[in-house]
């Protein structure tokens, strides 16, 4: 009802309001209606280009901030990537910087590989040196064997004997059972002319076995066996020449005889039980070469002992008087000063005004100091040299320990 009501009342209401006539004719309204049509149509035409990019504008203002701020984001990623080497190419956000991050990264990786080419062939000019001293094992799983051989007997009564050390496994043998294998494999593992040295006399028919010695330590047991050949006076001194130098670089300090299970043995014009091993033995090293031109060098104790390293030094750079041997310090290598107060350590500072370099024969040099401070009962040396490092694989101005056997030949 009462929308009905309402209705009556706004029929009333459009009855009220005036009547509104056109006077125009139906050919003067045809031709307006016609013209607003035309007009609307070109309007909706060139409107939409301005609308189009009017749009664009917009849409741009609104992303911009957005994507220059990745841009920076990434660009930031790209130059970071080469000191991150565990990255992956997905944190770039667009090609570009993926392109940049991939030139840094290569120019580093060229960098490194340059530097790792130059560290190899200092390493590589290093380890062309001869090396001469052993100085590192692995005491639980190692043995350093130093088996002593002379060098070929000419004309001499007086024979020169040289240390050739080997580090081999222990494989569960003593010492003496690892030593027994290599002397009879000697000849096969290097080549003993090539030197100018002679096979071992140990290797004459001996058996060897180890005991206790009366100071606790070991005693290496030789039993000479029938067929032992009999030694000329050269060939005897040469016999225990070898003997004391293959075993005075281990724990050895007694040799023990045996003919036959029987205590003491005719060797030569000698008969002996017992000997005592002098591990110390205060000698000087020099070069042994046989031949300049051929045969390889080695290290070799002095037959003269010295009261005090100092004189061993000075001596080190004279020509001895034997044949094949060679001066250890060359002339341009000059020793300025020999400290010894402490009995652990021997600091051997060199002359200024003629400069150690990295030669092998100033390696050699080195090398040969080393094995003379072990032989005077030193533990460490240090050379002190203000204007260098290193020379060869030897750091300089810092302790270094003595070693542990000369004349490495694996």
């Known amino acids: 009802m009462h929308r009905k009501t309402d209705d009556e009342q706004m029929e009333k209401l459009f009855n009220q309001l005036p009547k509104m006539t056109d006077e125009r004719s139906a050919e003067e309204i045809y031709a307006n209606i016609q013209h607003k049509a035309e007009t609307s149509s070109k309007r909706r035409i060139n409107w939409m280009p301005s609308v189009a990019l009017i749009a664009a504008i917009l849409l741009f203002a609104i992303i911009s901030p957005f994507t220059f701020q990745k841009m920076d984001s990434n660009s930031n990623s790209a130059f970071d990537a080469p000191q991150d080497r565990g990255g992956s190419m997905e944190m770039y956000g667009d090609d570009s910087s993926a392109d940049i991050a991939v030139e840094e990264e290569s120019f580093n990786v060229k960098d490194y590989k340059e530097n790792s080419e130059n560290e190899s062939f200092d390493v590589q000019s290093t380890n062309d040196f001869p090396n001469y001293v052993v100085t590192t094992v692995s005491q639980s799983e190692e043995y350093v064997i130093t088996l002593a051989v002379s060098a070929e007997l000419e004309g001499t009564d007086d024979p020169l004997t040289l240390p050739l050390s080997f580090v081999v496994q222990k494989n569960n043998r003593t010492y003496i059972e690892a030593f027994n294998e290599l002397r009879q494999e000697l000849e096969n593992l290097i080549d003993l002319p090539s030197f100018g040295l002679m096979n071992t006399m140990l290797n004459d028919n001996i058996t060897f076995s180890q005991g206790t010695a009366t100071d606790g330590n070991d005693r290496v047991i030789m039993e000479m066996n029938a067929g032992h050949r009999a030694y000329s006076s050269t060939q005897m001194n040469a016999f225990f020449q070898e003997v004391q130098e293959t075993f005075r670089w281990h724990n050895f300090t007694e040799v023990e005889y045996l003919n036959e299970g029987k205590a003491g043995v005719e060797i030569g014009n000698d008969v002996k039980e017992f000997d005592l091993i002098d591990t110390f033995k205060r000698v000087a090293y020099f070069k042994f070469q046989r031949n300049d031109d051929v045969s390889k060098s080695l290290l070799v104790a002095s037959k003269e002992e010295f009261q005090s390293m100092q004189e061993a030094v ?61 032989d005077f009962g030193f533990k460490q040396i240090q050379f002190n040299y203000p204007n260098a490092d290193m020379i060869g694989s030897i750091r300089l101005n810092v302790p270094l320990s003595v070693p542990l056997a000369a004349n490495p030949m694996n």
């Open 314 to 374: 000075e001596a080190m750079s004279q020509i001895p008087n034997i044949n094949y041997v060679f001066p250890s310090i060359p002339a341009s290598m000059r020793v300025d000063q020999v400290i010894t107060n402490d009995e652990e350590m021997v600091t051997i500072s060199f002359d200024n005004s003629l400069a150690l370099e990295n030669t092998e024969e100033h390696s050699t040099a080195l090398q040969a100091l080393m094995l003379t401070a072990r």
